[in-house]
């Protein structure tokens, strides 16, 4: 029983491992870089959670076995960040805040 229990984890491990290295391509869209330049036909390149490739579709090379995804027509901004907030005004409200996240 203590042989497939560990059998049964290491195989849970190595999934997590391939799983967190897959590969998405979002193919053919418009992109806006973070310093404002604008990219029409571009595509991304994600490896696990990280965009490891942005460029005109045409110079992007995606691995072999990439999951493709059409965002034809759509504009994306990888490199925005909303850093919108409202907090308390209260220490009580400010801990319940922070709990929250």
């Given at each position: 029983?203590?042989?497939?229990?560990?059998?049964?984890?290491?195989?849970?491990?190595?999934?997590?491992?391939?799983?967190?290295?897959?590969?998405?391509?979002?193919?053919?869209?418009?992109?806006?870089?973070?310093?404002?330049?604008?990219?029409?036909?571009?595509?991304?390149?994600?490896?696990?959670?990280?965009?490891?490739?942005?460029?005109?579709?045409?110079?992007?090379?995606?691995?072999?076995?990439?999951?493709?995804?059409?965002?034809?027509?759509?504009t994306?901004?990888?490199?925005?960040?909303?850093?919108h907030?409202?907090?308390?005004?209260?220490?009580?409200?400010l801990?319940?805040?922070?709990?929250?996240?």
């Amino acid at each position: 029983m203590k042989k497939i229990l560990s059998l049964g984890i290491a195989i849970a491990a190595l999934t997590a491992i391939v799983n967190a290295q897959s590969v998405t391509v979002f193919e053919n869209g418009r992109v806006i870089v973070g310093d404002g330049k604008v990219i029409d036909n571009a595509s991304i390149v994600v490896t696990g959670d990280r965009i490891t490739q942005v460029g005109p579709s045409a110079s992007i090379q995606a691995p072999a076995g990439a999951t493709r995804v059409s965002i034809a027509g759509k504009t994306v901004m990888p490199a925005i960040v909303d850093a919108h907030v409202h907090t308390s005004t209260t220490a009580p409200e400010l801990e319940n805040d922070l709990r929250q996240r």
